[in-house]
């Protein structure tokens, strides 16, 4: 999530950062031999690699055509010289920073003079690439209602199939101070058009419009095709080309952005300039923009189970507490009962505690669960009956006071949960026989809580369910965010995931359990399910089937099926459900009703998975 647009009230700390490392020099002496007697254009301001050579020295009446302009966010416009240069890998546009609105019109003859400098969207430590730019500009009109500069089209020809460089081990694996090669890979012949007014024609919507006035398309309609026309993300190697962030010049309240969905097209021509942003990198900012042509998706439906499969599901229902509206639990409530047919088992992730994100001490949800319950049965599902274990407050991370939790609802008309001295939030839950069966020592429980790799984050909640006489344990988990990962678009090539590192404990922690009930009986049903916060083919997925323990069920798919999540136009796996061996025979159904629309009760999709213990 995040709480503002790009380079809006925080513009001024990420400059001041920005100074601090040097990246837009701002000092006198930075400013020594700014100028030779040959006038600057926009193509030596922009030089072969991603960091201006004249980064932090002053330049003076640098012509251009304005291209566009922007009055909102970060307030400035984007000038290009019509004059190119025969490098391609020479950027002939390049942005203005003028921090207020700006008096210029797409169309005038500026002469620009001011401070060259590096901008970074999201500071330093986001990894983000660097935005080339003229700050504190003296802006001179030379003459106005030229002809722009002619758009250069983006489109699956000029686009190369190789994403990016790797980078420069001597530079800690940046690809700054390589030399671009835009014919090459892809974010090369992005960066070679920064600032440029540049065009794409009929696209087809890969991330639904967002809350940002957003929205995600391919100029590539083959590449890794998703089923129901979104573009797979199937592994680190495929980070599909051909996605390019969409936006607008024009404010929202003067022109509404349209709504998308994945799979409508984008038609006719859109242009305008390309820019870098801190939420998806590189961005065809519209000065004219196409238009949306609905298609045909719809949210899935999953089928029934039979008499004799157990239904056991995930859903990350995205902080939901008492303060939300009735709507999103009456919507919530009517997506259990009619597009996941009304499971057996329902793992919940982000259940709050009863005041939401009032931060005062409260950790029951009762009241949560019984609105979301009460929500269920009025749409026609099964009184389910709940089972948790309270967290600690503010131990669990999340949005602060809302103390985020896991929750099984079950359906007693069709199973029964085998209580076992429930557990609290700090005492472990362990395997033990009984009646020579591996069982629980608590019921609800947690998994291993003291273990660090749960600090400040969801600790997993192990059950035990009896099914036609058959004993099912499951375990619900929320790993750790992708918060402090670097996007795609990183500097660093490959960029940096940190957050892997406690997801990978977690996973080893949940592995180590499963393998004690295994030990105890070989053939005992286990599913591990919930947020994972990783890919199928991550080291995460590796480390919870380690030994064969655990099979990653959403592999069952075929690849064009196998997401749960749309990220900057990718579409991802995030939720799962692992099963043990004795779980032979299942069907597997990632149920799509979220991730593909902007009109979203959560932003996951929820998973199922049917069976016969």
Known sequence: MRSSHPRSAAVAALVATALATGLLAGSADAAEGAVSADPIRIHDIQGTTRISPLNGKQVT???GIV?????????????????????DATSEGVFVFTNSVPTVTAGDAVKVSGTVGEYIPGGVSSGNQSVTQISKPVVTVVSSGNALPEATAINEYSVPAEYAPAGDPAAGGSINGLTLEPSRYA??????????NVKIGTSRVVGATDPYSELWVTVKGWENTAKRGGTIYGSYESQNTGRLQIQQLAPIAQQPFPVANVGDRLTGTTEGPLDFNQFGGYTLVARTLGTVKAGTLAPEKTKPQA??????????????????????????????VENLASPDVLALEEIQDDNGAKNDGTVSAEQTLAKFTAAISAAGGPAYQWRTVNPEDKKDGGEPGGNIRQVFLYNPARVSFTERAPGDAV?????????????????????????????????PLAGEFVFRGKTVFVIANHFGSKG?????????????????????????????????LLAEDKNANVLVLGDINDFEFSAT???????????????????????SYVYQGNAQVLDQILTSPAIKKFTYD????????????????????????
């Open 541 to 563: 997925t590796d480390a919870l089937a380690d030994g064969g323990a655990l099979y990653p069920a959403i592999k069952s798919l075929p690849k064009a099926e196998r997401y």
């Open 67 to 87: 291209t566009g302009v922007r009055t909102y966010g970060s307030r400035g416009f984007w000038i290009q010289d019509p004059d190119a240069d025969d490098n």
């Open 187 to 196: 974010l090369d012949h992005f960066e070679a058009l920064e600032g440029m």
């Open 590 to 613: 990632s149920v799509h009703i979220n991730a593909e629309f902007s009109a979203q009760n959560s932003d996951h999709d929820p998973q199922v998975l049917r069976f016969r213990p």
């Open 484 to 516: 402090g990962d670097e996007g795609l678009t990183s500097h660093h090539q490959p960029p940096v995931r940190s957050s892997e590192a406690k997801r990978l404990l977690q996973a080893q922690a949940v592995n180590g359990f499963v393998k004690q």
């Open 427 to 459: 005492t472990a839950t362990g395997v033990t026989k009984v009646n020579g069966k591996a069982a629980l020592t608590h019921s609800p429980g947690r998994v291993d809580p003291a273990n660090p790799a749960w600090a400040d984050s969801r600790k």
């Open 307 to 336: 008499e004799q499969e157990l239904a056991v599901a995930t859903y990350n229902v995205e902080n939901l507490d008492p303060t939300d509206p009735q709507e999103k639990f009456d919507a919530l409530a009517k997506a259990v």
């Open 61 to 63: 009446d640098v012509e």
